[in-house]
């Protein structure tokens, strides 16, 4: 166990009367839990698995104001996440980047009465967009952000000028439009640094991963995973940040009621990353927004030297945890084969995918399209010597900010609390001192630092203006030899994760605190390499190191589609260009 681990482990030992209990390590808890701490609360975190281990580590990677929520109407929600991408933009400038988007449009009016007949409370499938209702679907958008705007207005382009940038775009449409949005790099490591932000700042507040809470008569429990050492804990009040698990624990953590109805309804949504250097190339370094044949919004867009597409949109029954099936997969090929008509795709080019729940208010929507994205925070009354429950409904990555400063008015409001800081201007993690030109960080890095252009781009693309922490911790290890060749991460990187960044098992650093996996950058011997570094840091027994590398491995094949044969030929493909 980590020293970090420990301490935390201690203090809940030495003092288990908190203010508030936050249930769920998602970005919504995340984002409560920085809220709440930083108005004087002592808040305790509880996430049962890793932090954005769930439905947080599986977005589009998009930071968007949701073009396609203005057909529903929906028009509080763009302007609160553009405006929230915006603040995004400026507070986490290492993560969250601007991406221009281009939608191709195959016809002129199509879609106009369908998008009135939605806007006015119409349900069932859209039919396709043409370039009128995209058109003022785009003034819309330029007009929410008007005042203190960040980005590019939009733009029309004719076929001819469409073609002439986009080749390889299907020959049927008949113009094209783009605007802006933002992309973010690595989310979890966003999601993470709220956590060393609040520590940073409330030394009486704690965010446990691996870790259950259950009620215990007025009180409750907290159960460590890890050594199966069970806690005492109280608190004024709960948030129920679970996600799609929200109904699960409102029947563990509040009284039975018969009459209590379910919150949350979620879709999957499965995503592919993909090593096309073809396909990449068409891109043109832009994010392709098209409909498929059904009518479902799809993506595409240059994603850390490689592609991410995306997405599916399904019902699902329960809560559990998801993976892309086959048939998703060959509807995401579907879809870009059918934008892309001229670039050979298949299932070999895919070098990662991965699919989560996303938690959705409750819905009787036909279409799973039309289900509002939006957020809100139900409370549940207490029993005697029970604390009232408050539920995060909904939510998007987008908006995790705005949607945890209202829950936590809602919890101030309930404890007789003033609020004491706001959060929109307020730097996240490497973002504080961050400028926002991209490669600036970076180039004075390099400069300052006497590193290698990439070992730079590296370093600031990934931990912001903390990368000079890591460089000073870095100071006198041999930092400047990498895992493997062709690999930006070096060991001494991996002691400093795992000293500083709540890492418990070897999936922690690969497939979140890194982007070793979902870079199609993992091999067999990759894993390797990178256990042993832990085992030593960690003091563990061949045992559990084998253990941690064939659960990793298995982790990787259920849910990710990276089977044991891949990570070997990649073993084998790493080692024949290093001869």
């Known amino acids: ?197 609040t520590a940073a700042v409330s030394a009486g507040s704690i965010a446990l991963n691996y870790a259950e809470l259950s009620a215990s008569g007025d009180g409750f429990l907290v159960t460590d995973h890890e050594t199966g050492e069970v806690l005492g804990v109280k608190a004024s009040a709960v948030v129920n940040a679970t996600g799609a698990w929200l109904d699960r624990a409102v029947s563990q953590l509040a009284a039975p009621d018969p009459r209590r109805k379910p919150l949350v309804g979620g879709t999957k949504g499965s995503h592919l990353i993909l090593g096309n250097a073809a396909l990449r190339e068409a891109l043109g370094g832009h994010m392709i927004y098209f409909e498929n044949s059904d009518g479902r919004v799809c993506i595409v867009f240059p994603y850390l030297g490689n592609v991410l597409a995306g997405s599916t949109d399904l019902r699902v029954d329960k809560p559990e945890r998801t993976r892309c099936e086959p048939e998703e997969r060959d509807y995401i090929l579907g879809s870009l084969a059918r934008i892309f008509p001229g670039i050979p795709l298949s299932p070999e080019d895919i070098l990662f995918s991965y699919s989560g729940i996303r938690p959705l208010p409750v819905s009787d929507q036909d279409f799973t399209g039309r289900i509002s994205r939006g957020h809100f925070t139900h409370r549940i009354a207490g029993a005697a010597g029970v604390p009232p429950q408050f539920c995060m409904v909904g939510g998007k990555w987008t908006t995790f900010r705005a949607f945890a400063e209202q829950t936590a008015d809602q919890v101030l409001a309930e404890l007789g609390h003033r609020r004491r800081r706001d959060t929109r201007d307020l730097a996240i993690g490497g973002g504080a001192g961050c400028p926002l030109q991209e490669g600036r960080l970076a180039g004075s890095l390099q400069a300052e630092c006497n590193l290698e252009a990439a070992r730079a781009a590296h370093l600031a693309g990934t931990y912001g203006t903390r990368a000079k922490d890591f460089l000073r911790f870095a100071a006198g290890r041999s930092d400047d030899t990498p895992l493997a060749d062709g690999v930006a991460l070096t060991a001494a990187e991996i002691v400093w994760l795992l000293q500083g960044e709540h890492v418990l098992h070897l999936s922690d650093l690969v497939l979140r605190r890194t982007a070793l996996a979902i870079t199609g950058t993992i091999s067999g011997a990759l894993i390797e390499a990178i256990g042993a570094i832990m085992a030593r840091e960690r003091g563990w027994p061949a045992a559990r190191t084998t253990r941690e590398c064939e659960a990793l491995r298995q982790e ?9 044969e891949t990570l070997d030929q990649r073993s084998l493909r790493r080692t024949k260009e290093c001869v």
């Open 556 to 564: 990787l094949a259920t849910y990710h589609g990276v089977s044991a």
């Open 1 to 197: 166990m980590s020293v970090q681990r420990q301490v935390l482990l201690s203090r809940i030992r030495a003092d288990g009367a908190f203010d508030v209990l936050v249930v769920g390590g998602g970005i919504n808890g995340l984002g409560v839990y920085r809220e709440l701490a930083l108005q004087g609360l002592r808040v305790l975190l509880v996430e049962r698995n890793d932090f954005c281990s769930g439905c947080s580590a599986a977005p589009s990677r998009m930071i968007h104001g949701g073009l396609r929520y203005l057909e529903n109407g929906e028009f509080d929600l763009v302007r609160e996440s553009l405006a929230e991408r915006d603040a995004l933009l400026r507070n986490a400038p290492h993560l969250v980047r601007p991406l221009p988007t281009t939608i191709p449009i195959s016809s002129r009016f199509s879609g106009l009465f369908n998008a009135a007949k939605t806007f006015l409370g119409g349900k069932g499938k859209p039919s396709a967009r043409g370039a009128l209702p995209i058109r003022i679907g785009l003034t819309l958008y330029d007009l929410v952000t008007r005042e203190r705007r960040l980005l590019p207005t939009h733009t029309f382009r004719s076929a001819r000028a469409t073609f002439a940038r986009w080749p390889a775009l299907l020959p049927s449409l008949k113009c094209s439009a783009t605007y802006y949005d933002a992309w973010i790099s690595h989310p979890e490591r966003l999601g993470l640094e709220l956590v060393l932000d």
